[in-house]
């Protein structure tokens, strides 16, 4: 799958307040078809804020996000088919893996008919296979962090949000999940927009990265990855580009602003 | 993965070995009170006297009928507790109506509800179902308000964004995360209404029910029937919350089971 000229996510010159603090001063973006695209910024850079918006969740003070072509917000708006991975799994334990996919799936588009074959494959790909029955508890993780990637992709959403998902594990279990999720958007053709800390994993992950500055934030730079996919995470030239990000930011992030505005 | 066996019957066999011995340990007690005292019967004169009490269709009718108005008054607690703390979770200016009248029935005594149940009632069936109702609900408002209060924004979160809508979330998120909190309220509410309906069976002078006939054999100092009584309500309260109570909720969190298995 590669990435085409038509724009899922459009975001321009959305604002966010809170009680008259701006959170987000004013970000302009968009997310194509297919395209993986990584969020940078420092702690409290509004990017939680940032995702409850591109959710659905809060209307931004001011500016306008249209998803297909059509608002989220204000007149004729519509709700967006999205899959979410949380940074926590946000599994629901009184649940099966099954049936946590099954009541995403109940709630989606996609027929009941395509369920189970679909919940099989994407089992199998996320090599979670032994563990369709199993409670979310017995599981590790890693194992959850995968059912609730499986759960996101599964319900065929316009664009899928994953928010820092791969800070609370362990590094092997973060790598091997990196490299299935690169493989994973290959193939499917996935539009992902992915928030971390880590600059590495967005350079690793991502076709183009969103670099924020501090809060309240702008979009400091839309840097597109000069490296080919499928990548190796220890190619010299991630380490490179690592680097190049690094300088960057370095003064931008350094500093600290504070402004007020009108209230939300 | 382990499949789903008899969960039920698990459930019973592990409560039933620590429920015998604790009954079991009671019999030398009362042995020892009898012995003692001057108004406890012999243990092995009421034994004898079980299996005739326990034939005679006059025992179960009488259990029938305080069984009944615990379990419509219960009922109606539940429902009634269970619409209060919905409001007040929603709204901020009925839970602070709502909190006046659940801080009132809680700090009652019950035997002063059962008598006013009772005086507005005339006596009426309805009264005996009405003190066991409003005795319980504010258990189960404190307890759901809490629950709901405490309730995980987060998974609210992810069922607005894969849009449960308010059905599903409602019975997958919101229910299961409060269950623990409506087992507790309940079980209260249930250890309550039992102590309530005694009382308001005595006070109101009722012909039938198990209160009735307690307090019929203890006027005429029928001590054997006062014991045979007791030992019923005893076996009656614990059989619903070891036979009915603990294996529903068994059945519920059996994925903390799993999960710990």
């Given amino acids: 799958m590669t990435v085409t000229n038509q724009s899922v996510l459009k975001v321009a010159g959305m604002g966010v307040s809170y009680g008259g603090v701006q959170a987000i001063s004013r970000f302009d973006f968009e997310v194509k078809q297919g395209e993986f695209v990584a969020v940078l910024g420092p702690s409290g850079c509004g990017k939680s804020s940032m995702l409850n918006v591109i959710s659905g969740l809060l209307e931004p003070t001011r500016g306008e996000v249209t998803v297909n072509g059509r608002p989220l917000y204000g007149e004729g708006r519509q709700d967006p088919k999205l899959g979410y991975v949380f940074q926590n799994h946000r599994l629901l334990p009184w649940r099966t893996v099954k049936q946590n996919l099954e009541l995403a799936l109940a709630s989606s588009d996609v027929p009941r008919e395509r369920w189970d074959r679909n919940i099989d494959e994407m089992l199998r790909t996320l090599h979670i296979s032994q563990f369709k029955d199993a409670w979310p508890l017995q599981l590790s993780g890693g194992q959850r962090q995968r059912v609730s990637i499986a759960r996101a992709i599964l319900v065929e959403p316009s664009y899928i949000l994953m928010d820092e998902p791969l800070s609370t594990l362990d590094e092997v279990t973060a790598r091997s999940l990196r490299e299935e999720l690169s493989a994973i958007s290959r193939r499917t053709g996935t539009t992902i927009m992915f928030v971390t800390h880590s600059i590495r994993e967005a350079v690793y992950l991502a076709d183009r990265i969103i670099i924020l500055t501090r809060g309240p934030s702008n979009v400091f730079e839309d840097y597109s990855v000069p490296i080919e996919k499928p990548r190796d995470y220890d190619d010299p030239r991630i380490g490179e580009v690592e680097r190049d990000i690094i300088n960057r930011v370095k003064g931008v992030w350094g500093m600290k602003r504070t402004e007020r505005t009108e209230d939300h | ?261």
């Fill in chain 2, 1 to 261: 993965m382990k499949s789903d066996d008899n969960w039920a019957m698990r459930a019973i066999d592990r409560n039933l070995h620590w429920s015998l011995a604790a009954v079991a340990l009671l019999i030398p007690v009362w042995w020892l009170a009898f012995r003692t005292t001057t108004f406890i019967a012999d243990p092995l004169v009421v034994a004898q006297a079980l299996p005739e009490f326990l034939a005679n269709p006059e025992t179960w009718s009488n259990i029938g009928i305080t069984l009944g108005r615990v379990a419509i008054g219960l009922g109606c607690g539940v429902l009634a507790g269970t619409l209060a703390a919905l409001a007040m979770n929603r709204n901020r200016l009925l839970e602070q109506v709502l909190r006046v009248y659940v801080i009132s029935t809680l700090r009652t005594p019950s035997a002063i509800s059962a008598i006013l149940a009772l005086a507005i009632f005339k006596g009426d069936e309805i009264g005996y179902v009405f003190v066991v109702a409003i005795v319980t609900f504010p258990f189960m408002t404190i307890g759901l308000v809490d629950g709901l209060k405490s309730a995980d924004r987060e998974l609210d979160k992810m069922a607005r964004i894969y849009h449960f809508g308010i059905v599903r979330h409602v019975r997958h998120v919101l229910l299961p995360y409060i269950a623990p909190f409506i087992f507790s309220s309940l079980r209260n509410a249930h250890a309550l209404a039992w102590k309530v309906i005694v009382v308001a069976e005595i006070f109101g002078a009722a012909r039938t029910g198990f209160g009735a006939k307690f307090d019929h054999a203890w006027e005429y100092m029928l001590m054997v029937e006062v014991h045979l009584w007791l030992l019923v309500f005893m076996a009656l309260v614990l059989f619903v919350e070891y036979g009915v109570l603990r294996v529903i909720e068994r059945y519920v969190f059996r994925w903390r089971d799993r999960a710990a298995s």
